[in-house]
């Protein structure tokens, strides 16, 4: 069958299975745009092309299939760059496609003529630029194997507008022909039955749990192992979800903002068992002194990082699910009632802390919000967050049970993604509740996709955590510069006036009592509704590791007392 370079786009999407793809059209896409209506494909427009990669990236995050994303040459391609390095840093199966000008123009810096691919090569898995018709079909057959392969990432395909337009024979390709590329490793069964023997003999092993036990699909067997060995699991923020948070072994989020008994119990243990983690600097704190006396077994797909960032005394490259599957057999069950008694007295001094612990002092704190908004939805929801303090309370108070169900940029930490993210995810789940939680200054960056969700006619509940402040930077200036606010305080729209403009329903929440009300009001209507609560305004998010600190080096939230005597 001949066809045009435009329609054989659209016929490999749909060899690939896509079912929807996010983007927004301009001159040198538009032959792929004009062949789209001929196809059975949801197109879902968005307001600006970040948000198509973020919601590509979001729907890959919550289906485990690859997410699509379109956009023109020069500036629509140059849009996409931040949604691709979010993707990058978290392991997203993502392909986008931008429209070139036409080959023969290539170089001359023609009008919207951007080098694309030069930009995107250092944060995308893997790159192209067509000029034939004739290669499309491979290169989309292969860029789809890529994005969702080993260490799942971002594949860009840029095509020239000539090549969309040129007819050819269009031949669908059996296999991706990559000779070089062996994303996958098995390893050898001396190492499984090493780490089965480190997991017998440890006394104080901690499993950490990352985004590859999701991708993986390992949660099941990461369980057993837990179960079987009685090994505590502390989470990295995309881990959560990997082990149901009403698990009994399941200690919670590590790292900077990790509650205390979790970063002491990997500081005290003999032997971490890290799975599908990559030991980024805000989950280690400083390298030198982190988890001294522990061996550590690292069980992760990407060889690149083993022993980047940390020493690692027996790696194991493969996915997790298999490799944790290969250890299993000969793991000997154990019962461990000293270290699970010496982190459960840790637990204690933490919850005294803790703000939702306190008596209600009139003040709404972010941290009541998000406790409030986990016994209504019983934390079956899809909560989709972005990036500032709020990310950081809802991966303390919101328990997820579910993998999946938390979705947030980690790695770049990328303000304005929930907003679009979550499009993406009901567009993947659209039986599943979706939840954004979102600060006022990330929600500015990326709330024109509001009229996306309008235009989609999708139910989307949206809790802004209205502090007036770039939350945690104003953070950093309270605790690190002396309290001077610079560029921190925000001036915020109307957020209630700003969703009855897009026909959204809008409530407004500043006192604690009201806040599961406004939950279940939200949840009962068919429209996307929008929730300003409006939080206290210098909070912080405890406990806190300073940047490059030691783990056990954390600042603790001041004493009840103190804490009580502020508040009046
Ligand atoms: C695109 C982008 N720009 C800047 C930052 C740096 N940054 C990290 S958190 C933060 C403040 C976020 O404020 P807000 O969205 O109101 O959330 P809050 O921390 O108050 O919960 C900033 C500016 C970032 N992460 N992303």
Request: proline content about 6%.
């Amino acid at each position: 069958m001949e066809l045009t370079g435009a329609q054989i786009i659209w016929e490999s999407l749909a060899r690939e299975g896509v079912d929807v793809v996010f983007g927004y059209p301009g001159g040198a896409i538009l032959p792929a745009y004009d062949a789209m209506l001929d196809y059975p494909i949801r197109h879902v427009l968005v307001r600006h092309e970040q948000g198509a990669v973020h919601m590509a990236d979001g729907y890959a995050r919550a289906s485990n299939r690859v997410g699509v994303a379109i956009a023109t040459s020069g500036p629509g391609a140059t849009n996409l760059v931040t949604g691709i390095a979010t993707a990058m840093l978290d392991s997203s199966p993502v392909v986008c496609i931008t429209g070139q000008v036409h080959s023969r123009l290539i170089g001359s810096d023609a009008f919207q003529e951007i080098d694309i691919t030069g930009i995107t090569l250092p944060i995308t898995k893997h790159n192209y630029l067509v000029n034939r018709a004739e290669d499309i079909a491979q290169v989309l057959r292969e860029a789809f194997y890529i994005a969702r392969s080993g260490r799942p990432g971002p594949v860009l395909v840029d095509i020239t507008k000539d090549a969309q337009q040129q007819r050819c024979p269009f031949v669908w390709p059996a296999d991706p022909k990559l000779p070089g590329y062996r994303p996958t490793h098995t390893p050898q069964a001396e190492q499984l039955a090493d780490a089965a023997a480190w997991i017998n003999q440890a006394e104080r092993p901690v499993i950490l749990a990352g985004h590859g036990v999701i991708h993986s699909g390992a949660t099941d067997v990461v369980r057993a192992l837990a179960e079987r060995a009685q090994i505590p699991v502390a989470m990295t923020l995309l881990g959560i979800g990997g082990v149901p948070a009403s698990h009994p072994l399941n200690l919670g989020m590590m790292g900077m903002h990790g509650e205390a008994w979790v970063n002491t119990a990997i500081q005290e243990a003999d032997l971490l068992v890290a799975l599908g983690m990559r030991f980024d600097d805000r989950v280690t704190g400083n390298t030198g002194s982190y988890a001294p006396r522990a061996r550590k077994i690292h069980v992760e797909i990407d060889p690149s990082e083993i022993g980047k960032n940390v020493k690692v005394d027996l790696p194991l490259v493969g996915d997790v699910r298999e490799v944790v599957a290969g250890i299993l057999p000969a793991v000997v069950p154990a019962a461990r009632p000293a270290w699970l008694q010496f982190i459960h007295d840790l637990k204690g001094d933490a919850a005294v802390r803790s703000v939702v612990n306190l008596p209600d002092s009139g003040h709404l704190y972010a941290a009541h919000v998000m406790q409030d908004l986990w016994h209504e939805t019983e934390g079956r929801t899809i909560v989709v967050s972005d990036v500032g303090q709020h990310q950081m309370w809802e991966a303390q108070y919101y328990r997820h049970e579910e993998p999946r169900s938390l979705i947030t940029s980690g790695g770049l930490g990328t303000m304005g993604f929930a907003l679009p993210a979550a499009i993406g995810a009901k567009l993947a789940q659209p039986d599943a509740e979706v939840w954004v939680v979102v600060g006022d200054g990330g929600f500015q960056m990326t709330m024109a996709e509001l009229a996306t969700v309008v235009q989609e006619q999708l139910k989307i509940n949206i809790a802004i955590i209205d502090n007036g402040y770039l939350g945690m930077v104003r953070q950093l200036q309270e605790f690190f510069y002396q309290r001077r606010y610079a560029a921190t305080p925000l001036v915020n729209p109307d957020f209630c006036q700003l969703a009855a403009a897009y026909g959204l329903h809008a409530i407004r929440v500043d006192r604690r009592a009201d806040v599961r009300p406004a939950v279940r009001q939200a949840r009962a209507l068919a429209v996307s509704a929008v929730i300003d609560f409006r939080v206290e305004q210098e909070d912080s998010v405890y406990p806190m590791v300073p940047a490059g600190a030691d783990l056990h080096d954390m600042i603790r939230r001041p004493s009840p007392i103190a804490e009580t005597g502020a508040d009046q």
